[in-house]
């Protein structure tokens, strides 16, 4: 048994002293299941080290999760977490490089397509009519969403990757500024993907049930691969697909977040980690995916972005990419030649302008 | 060094800027007056000027269905604004400190996050849609913009800061909140103040017409 010498000098005195007797008084249990095990007859022990019992009890790898407590609590009852161990190694030595790669491809996967197939231009140039394709609230939460998305990505990622890649940068003090910040910003804004996302479900989903004609665009490999044109509905099954992906990563990503930042219901360490692990994988698959909606949007494809700024798009571009709505779109009349959406390019006033302008015509 | 600047004197500046600005451009106005009016009243310009206040600030019935989004959008804003300005915790223990010398309850943790997540889905949607419509973009001048990204900027680091544990985060805050101070009066933000003036004068106006505006 340790013998325990002490000269406590003032309070920091005393209070070494009685740590040290909690640590002894703690270690008690453990040395007598020691010595049970002995006197049972076991064989002794291999390792040299006589604490590593008394660790491997207190860490409970051999033992229950669980002990008993008084104490009222989730997790109370287990004193060491072996499994925090596991998910910060799994964490740091698989989630991050894994994710740190997988953006990484999809950065050069996408420079490399520009290199090779270039800017995807409309083929019959722009033509000098347009068809009303959003209107204002559809644009208006697509840029709603767009934002919030991009500012949990940005801080996302500082908190994912700042370890390994800001800390050289920066240095730890800053770091911890940015951090901070970030998962402040992070835990503010999440919720309000909640109701982005809600918004856009509900506003889109009709447009974005599966339908004959998409699955041949896929087979096609939409038009992207070759020179081909498909043709396609309002939402070709690429942006169906994205539509999905988004509802159902988007749904996993908003329920694990709101686990993480309300640890007031009960949830375990275990659920914590498990739902850290999700929200993680589904929010680096999420980034993934937006990139190349990004790049399509951008500098991927001509015209394509017109119809989420102005609300409308060129009728060529519409006939190459999404020839089924376009023709339906065209056999109605809407068609709205280029100086009318120019004179007032309000896409929900000039809803029948085109109807109204052959009407006149006639 | 910086710090002490932004907490001392660039703050007794901006605040004296603020309120000598807010109180002067209060004062033109009611010392603007009114042309005399010397047709007979035919109804209360008292009554039709409280019914205007009023009117104009509850849900209008008629809007379309997208106008209805933005008055949404700007209840939530204003109010969430209101609530964060005046009965977030860290805010009145500024104002008490620097100010008034004395507190008052503030709201619980989680009204001050909801008024925050509130206040924040109300400008976004209020500042995409300006961007976006076609009438509303014409409409906005840079005063607009300027006056909306600064309070977005100081709402951000606002939240940034919430921690409470870093100094920086907490001098940029305030360092926002300054040039927000200093540029309120001469701004478009003066609504803040003028919009019961105006919304009372046009009112009154009308009510002494009898047209119930």
Same mark, same amino acid.
């Given at each position: ?362 | ?109 989680? +009204?001050?996050?909801? !008024?925050? #997540?509130?206040?924040? @889905?109300?400008? $976004? /949607? *209020?500042?995409?849609?300006? %961007? ?28 940034? +800061?919430?921690?409470? !544990?870093? #100094?920086?985060?907490? @001098?940029?805050? $305030? /360092? *926002?909140?300054?040039?927000? %101070? ?32």
């Amino acid at each position: 048994m340790p013998r325990l010498s002490l000269t406590p000098t003032g309070v920091g005195g005393y209070t070494t002293a009685w740590s040290l007797l909690l640590i002894w008084l703690l270690m008690l249990p453990s040395q007598g299941l020691a010595e049970s095990k002995q006197t049972r007859g076991l064989p002794p022990p291999a390792v040299l080290n006589p604490a590593a019992d008394l660790w491997r009890d207190i860490r409970q790898r051999d033992m229950p999760a669980r002990g008993t407590t008084q104490v009222r609590g989730v997790d109370s009852a287990v004193l060491i977490n072996a499994n925090g161990d596991r998910w910060r190694k799994f964490r740091m030595e698989l989630l991050i490089p894994a994710a740190g790669y997988l953006l990484l491809g999809m950065i050069v996967a996408l420079i490399l397509f520009y290199v090779i197939r270039g800017k995807v231009k409309i083929e019959g140039g722009t033509a000098d009519s347009k068809l009303p394709r959003y209107t204002s609230y559809e644009r208006l939460i697509h840029w709603f969403i767009a934002s919030i998305f991009i500012f949990l990505a940005i801080t996302g990622l500082i908190i994912l990757f700042g370890r390994p890649l800001l800390i050289p940068v920066f240095g730890k003090e800053l770091f911890s500024v940015i951090a901070s910040a970030s998962k402040e910003g992070h835990n503010l804004m999440g919720p309000l993907f909640l109701v982005a996302l809600i918004l856009v479900f509900v506003k889109f989903v009709r447009r974005n049930i599966y339908q004959k004609g998409d699955m041949s665009w896929l087979l096609r490999g939409g038009g992207i691969i070759g020179k081909k044109h498909v043709p396609s509905n309002f939402f070709n099954m690429g942006e169906k697909s994205m539509f999905w992906m988004l509802v159902i990563v988007g749904s996993v990503i908003v329920a694990s977040g709101l686990v993480l930042i309300f640890p007031i219901f009960g949830q375990s360490r275990e659920w914590m980690e498990l739902a850290h692990v999700g929200h993680a994988i589904g929010a680096i698959l999420m980034i993934a995916v937006i990139m190349g909606h990004i790049y399509i949007g951008s500098i991927g494809m001509q015209g394509a972005i017109e119809g989420m700024t102005t609300g409308y798009c060129d009728l060529n571009w519409a006939k190459e990419h999404h020839d089924y709505w376009a023709s339906q779109m065209e056999r109605r009349g809407e068609a709205v030649p280029n100086e009318a959406v120019n004179r007032f390019s309000d896409p929900d006033a000039n809803r029948s302008l085109g109807r109204e302008l052959r009407e006149a015509e006639e | 060094m910086i710090g002490q600047f932004i907490d001392g004197p660039l703050w007794t500046f901006s605040l004296a800027v603020f309120v000598i600005g807010v109180a002067w451009r209060i004062v033109t106005i009611l010392m603007a007056g009114n042309r005399p009016d010397l047709s007979t009243p035919r109804g209360s310009a008292s009554s039709g000027a409280i019914r205007t206040i009023i009117t104009r600030s509850v849900y209008e019935r008629t809007a379309a269905t997208r106008g209805r989004l933005l008055q949404i959008a700007g209840y939530l804003f204003h109010i969430g604004l209101f609530a964060l300005l005046f009965f977030a915790q860290p805010h009145i223990d500024f104002y008490a400190e620097r100010i008034t010398g004395f507190g008052w309850a503030a709201m619980p943790h989680w +009204a001050f996050i909801l !008024s925050a #997540e509130l206040a924040f @889905l109300g400008l $976004l /949607l *209020l500042w995409i849609h300006r %961007l976006l419509s076609p009438v509303t973009r014409l409409l906005s001048d840079l005063d607009d913009h300027l006056g909306t990204v600064l309070v977005f900027l100081v709402m951000l680091t606002g939240c940034l +800061a919430l921690a409470q !544990s870093f #100094e920086a985060l907490r @001098l940029i805050h $305030l /360092l *926002l909140a300054e040039l927000l %101070l200093i540029y309120f009066p001469f701004s478009k933000l003066m609504h803040t103040f003028t919009f019961i003036m105006s919304r009372g004068y046009t009112g009154a106006t009308m009510g002494r017409k009898g047209v119930n505006a």
